[in-house]
């Protein structure tokens, strides 16, 4: 083999690794795994029925998945495959528009980017109870 199938044989072994290297496949995230322990340590502090201030307020409790799905009082506060529209991600991300008195976690430091990220592709990717 000479030098130039040399070159050939390696950029083309090059970018076949490339391309196996996450091109465009996004990591699962898991509700268990990787959302629940964020809830678990930001959230249930107030959003645990029955007594807890937050689900006393809103009717959100986040003990189980079933109770992050089934929402508050006025509904759903996550629309699986969509965290632009989903009224947890607009809460916790404290977009434009959100009134500063209902940000959460309510009257504590914003969650970190990273984990608002976590929240954010586990919504997108369809928020499996997973």
């Known amino acids: ?11 083309v072994l090059g970018f076949g690794a490339l ?6 496949s996004e990591q699962t995230v898991s509700f268990k795994k990787d959302v629940y322990p964020i809830l678990k ?3 249930l502090e107030c959003h645990v029925a029955p007594d807890k201030e937050g689900y006393q307020k809103s009717g959100l409790a986040l003990s189980t998945y079933e ?10 506060v996550i629309v699986p495959g969509q965290s632009l529209n989903s009224s947890l991600n607009r809460l916790i991300e404290g977009r434009p528009g959100v009134n500063p008195s209902i940000q ?5 430091v914003k ?7 976590t929240i954010r592709k586990w919504v997108d990717q369809g928020a499996k109870n997973n």
């Open 104 to 108: 959460m976690p309510h009257g504590k």
């Open 67 to 76: 109770e992050l799905m089934k929402g508050t009082k006025i509904g759903p």
């Open 19 to 24: 391309a196996g290297c996450g091109g465009g």
């Open 1 to 11: 083999m000479n030098s130039r199938q040399l070159l050939v044989s390696a950029l």
């Open 111 to 117: 969650l970190p980017e990273a984990e608002l990220t």
């Open 41 to 43: 340590a930001k959230c």
